[in-house]
C-alpha cells in the first residue's frame, strides 16, 4: 500500500509530470517490455518522441543515456503503459485465439521483462525504484490494485484522457498484431536469436510508431 501511494504522490498530485513526450502507446511499450525478456540483465529502456526503446549493455550505453536525457526515473511512466494496456487492449481476449495468444504473451513476458530492469538496478540502486517495479509486476496480475489510493478527481481526469487516448488503437491494422505475435513465437522458439527477431518488429511496426507519434501530438494536450 506504501508503494501505491508513493506512486501515487509521484504522478497523479502533479499531472504535469506525464510530460508530453514521455506519454506512451500501451501495445508499443508492452510489446518492448515482452522483448526486453529476452536481451541480458543490464539492458535498459529509454523513452523518445513518445516510443520506447531498447538500450542494449555496451561501452556506449552510458553516452547514449546521457546525450538522450535518460533517467531512471523516467520509468514511473511505465505505470500508464500497464494500466492503460489493459483498460484498451483487454477486448483482446474475446476477438480471436490468435488475439488472446497475443494478449497472453505480452501480459507473460513484460513481467519477465520488468523482473530483468529489477536484476540490472539492483546492483547499484536503492531500493526505492527496484521496489516500484516490482509493484508494476503486481499491477500487471492485478490492473485495479491502484484504484484504491486514487481520489475521485484523480480517477475522472485520467479517465476523460484515456476516453481520447483509446482511439489510438484504431491507428493499428490487424496486421500489425500478427507481426508480433509471429516474431513472439519465432524468439521463444529461438531465444538463441532473439536480436533479429526484436529487429525484424521494430522494422515491421516502424510505419505505424510514426504514426503514434503524430496522433499522440495532434490529439494529447495537457
Known sequence: MEALKLLYSTLWSDRSKERFEMILEPLQAMTQ?????FYP???KVSISENVLHIQ??????????SY???KKEDLMFLFGVITRFHKFYSE???KSKEHLELFNLLLELSKTGIKNLVQTYERNETTHLTQTLKMYISIIDNPT????VETATDKQQRANIDTVFKQITELYDEE???VILYNLRLIKKDSLNYIHYSHSIHTGMTPVNKKLMKWISDNIVF
Do not use: C, H, I
Open 41 to 43: 540483465v543490464g539492458t
Open 92 to 94: 483482446m481476449k474475446d
Open 68 to 70: 538522450n536525457s535518460d
Open 56 to 65: 542494449e549493455p555496451s561501452w556506449s550505453q552510458g553516452v547514449r543515456r
Open 145 to 148: 490494485a491502484f484504484s484504491m
Open 33 to 37: 517490455l515482452a522483448l526486453l525478456s
Open 176 to 178: 500489425y498484431y500478427f
